[in-house]
C-alpha cells in the first residue's frame, strides 16, 4: 500500500537550474497539494488540484509550476532555481472537497546553493 | 491570508508528565485538525475536529475546538519518548476549498 510516493528525497541544485520533483498515489484521490515546509515554520502551500487537468496557486506559488495530466501524478517544476527555494517540500493527497485528512509524502529535501 | 499561531514553538518535558499545546487564529475555521511530524517523514493525522466545543481522545491525546472557532488545544498524558516530534495544528475554512492553513509547529522532546 504506498499511499503518496515523492521523489527524489534529496537533491542539491545550483542556482538557475531547473528540477521536477515528482508526486504520485495510488488511492484514487481526486486533490493533490504540493507545500513547503522552511525550518521552524509551518507548511505553506504552493500548489494544489482539484482533479486531472486542473490546477491552481496557493499561498506562495511564484518560483513554481505545476501539472495534472492524470489523476496519479502532480509533479511540482522549478524552473530556475533560487536559495530562497532551498526547502523540503512536501505532496499530499485528499479524496474529495471536505474530507480532510490529508497524506503526506515523505517530502523532498531540496538545497539550492 | 488566514494565519495560525501555535504556542509553544518548542517543549522539553519529563516522560511520564502532561503536555498541552493550542492554536489560536484571527479567523475562523471550520475544521482543526492536529498532525505529528517525524524525522524525515511527512506529518501523520492524529486527530480531526469539524464542530465547534468538539472535545476527541485518540489514546492518550486529547484535542479540543474552540467554542469561538478560532483556537484548538492538543493535551498529552503520560508522555512517553516516542512522543519526541513536531506537532502541527490545521485549520480549514469552508469557503476557502479546501485548502489547510498549518501552525508553526511544537516541537516536543521528551527525556526519558
Known amino acids: 500500500n504506498a499511499g503518496v510516493t515523492q521523489t527524489p528525497k534529496f537533491r542539491i541544485l545550483k542556482i538557475g537550474q531547473s528540477m521536477t520533483l515528482q508526486c504520485t498515489q495510488d488511492?484514487?484521490?481526486?486533490?493533490m497539494y504540493w507545500y513547503r515546509q522552511d525550518p521552524g515554520m509551518g507548511l505553506k502551500l504552493i500548489y494544489y488540484s482539484v482533479g486531472a487537468g486542473i490546477t491552481d496557486k496557493g499561498e506562495v506559488p511564484n518560483g513554481y509550476n505545476v501539472s495534472r495530466s492524470t489523476t496519479e501524478d502532480f509533479p511540482l517544476r522549478l524552473e530556475l532555481a533560487a536559495p530562497s527555494q532551498t526547502s523540503v517540500y512536501f505532496c499530499a493527497s485528499t479524496p474529495a472537497q471536505f474530507n480532510t485528512e490529508a497524506f503526506f509524502g515523505q517530502g523532498t529535501r531540496l538545497t539550492v546553493v | 491570508g488566514q494565519q495560525l499561531n501555535q504556542s509553544p514553538q518548542s517543549m522539553f518535558i519529563q516522560e511520564g508528565e502532561d503536555v498541552s499545546m493550542n492554536c489560536t487564529s484571527s479567523?475562523?475555521?471550520?475544521?482543526w485538525l492536529w498532525y505529528k511530524q517525524e524525522p524525515g517523514e511527512g506529518p501523520v493525522l492524529l486527530i480531526a475536529l469539524y464542530k465547534a466545543g468538539e472535545l476527541t481522545s485518540n489514546g492518550r491525546l486529547t484535542a479540543q475546538f474552540g467554542i469561538t472557532r478560532k483556537d484548538s488545544f492538543l493535551n498529552i498524558s503520560a508522555s512517553i519518548p516516542s512522543d519526541v516530534g513536531i506537532y502541527f495544528c490545521a485549520g480549514r475554512n469552508n469557503n476557502a476549498g479546501n485548502m489547510l492553513t498549518f501552525g508553526g509547529g511544537t516541537r516536543l522532546m521528551v527525556k526519558p
Open positions: 488511492m484514487n484521490h481526486n486533490y
Open positions: 479567523s475562523i475555521f471550520n475544521t
